[in-house]
């Protein structure tokens, strides 16, 4: 039967790169498989959906609203995928996820009894994630985190291959023991390793669907979701002289809106993602996981440009307000450097918990 996998966990786990790896490696070995971007800006575009399209990967994507809260529109999208011989379709959710599994999977089961077969409730995290609640570090985003794991039927541990062997089954047994009710397997999404193992793990498992003991009133894990704030921004980019090289240009404009954060006192930063691209689909992406991380080059341009559309989405555990205005300065101050008129077609920046 065709199954349905939720993707759930903290902000830079690597769900992206996760979910467009598995898709193509699920449909290269063990079928055909979809994805599907979901985020709360009202009428974007999201940076996830056209890197998946420009990657080549079968997608869609949703926004103005949590897939929690539009069944019939995810039950839409679902039915047109398997319509299209699809036998697994991968989302996200925006924000963090805590309670999809209750919305999303208890909900599916209650509005169409029968008709959609859940994967295992799939939570990934990542080295960082894990010695955060491992070594209890003091982190605002720690109640996150935990809620996070304990709604999983499986854990991923990502971006394995960015650990020592033995670190690396340090962590999985710490993640096994301290969450018995999952199935823990480690992936790097970007090497392919363990791709095998979480493809029969989604394509012969099954949603446990249980009901997680986890205070969602508690006021640690309200406080640290109500501090984030969204923003999106769409954009096109024009050289004025000659072209130019988009992959530093995305560079400058992560370490840029990094030390923006970092000098404005807001060290938290989970999620920037950058992604522009030119009119022949060449595409360059670029992540900033927080002020005190490199920022990480996704994928680079193969030329030259002279002319990108631009998206950058982001969470951040900044006030919107000043959020929106060290966003507008890095984009002005790097085109500047680089010479570029900048046209600005939407933005949209607004606090979760408002």
């Given at each position: 039967m065709n199954k349905f996998a939720v993707f759930s966990g903290f902000l830079g786990a690597g769900k992206t790169t996760a979910m467009m790896t598995l898709t193509a490696y699920y449909t290269g070995r063990h079928g055909r498989a979809a994805m599907i971007s979901n985020d709360l800006g009202h009428g974007v575009t999201l940076a996830d959906d056209r890197q998946a399209k420009l990657a080549g990967c079968r997608c869609a994507q949703i926004t103005d609203e949590c897939i929690c809260f539009v069944r019939d529109e995810l039950a839409a999208r679902l039915t047109a995928f398997y319509a299209d011989g699809c036998d697994l379709v991968l989302s996200d959710i925006p924000?963090?996820?805590?309670?999809?599994?209750?919305?999303?999977?208890?909900?599916?089961?209650?509005?169409?009894?029968?008709?959609?077969?859940?994967?295992?409730?799939?939570?990934?995290?990542?080295?960082?994630?894990v010695d955060i609640l491992r070594r209890s570090l003091p982190d605002d985003m720690a109640p996150i985190l935990r809620a996070q794991l304990m709604e999983a039927d499986l854990i991923v541990l990502n971006k394995c291959d960015l650990l020592p062997d033995a670190e690396q089954q340090t962590q999985l047994s710490w993640l096994r023991e301290h969450f018995p009710q999952a199935q823990v397997l480690g992936l790097s999404a970007r090497t392919g390793e363990g791709l095998e193992a979480l493809s029969l793990a989604l394509k012969n498992g099954a949603a446990s669907l249980r009901h997680p003991e986890i205070d969602y009133e508690n006021a640690a894990l309200i406080r640290a979701m109500d501090s984030l704030s969204e923003y999106y921004l769409q954009g096109h980019l024009?050289?004025?002289?000659?072209?130019?090289?988009?992959?530093?240009?995305?560079?400058?404009?992560?370490?840029?809106?990094?030390?923006?954060?970092?000098?404005?006192?807001?060290?938290?930063?989970?999620?920037?993602?950058?992604?522009?691209w030119t009119p022949e689909g060449d595409y360059g992406k670029t992540d900033l996981l927080g002020v005190d991380r490199p920022v990480e080059l996704t994928h680079r341009f193969a030329r030259p440009c002279t002319q990108l559309a631009l998206i950058l989405n982001a969470s951040a555990a900044c006030p919107a307000a000043p959020l929106k205005a060290l966003v507008r300065e890095a984009v002005s101050a790097v085109s500047a450097k680089y010479q570029l008129e900048f046209m600005l077609f939407k933005e949209e920046c607004f606090n979760l918990g408002e």
């Open positions: 924000g963090f996820g805590v309670g999809a599994l209750e919305h999303v999977y208890h909900g599916l089961t209650a509005d169409y009894p029968g008709r959609f077969s859940l994967a295992p409730f799939t939570v990934l995290t990542e080295p960082r994630s024009t050289v004025c002289c000659n072209d130019f090289d988009g992959t530093a240009f995305l560079t400058a404009l992560a370490e840029r809106l990094r030390d923006g954060f970092a000098a404005g006192g807001f060290p938290t930063v989970p999620h920037f993602k950058l992604l522009a």
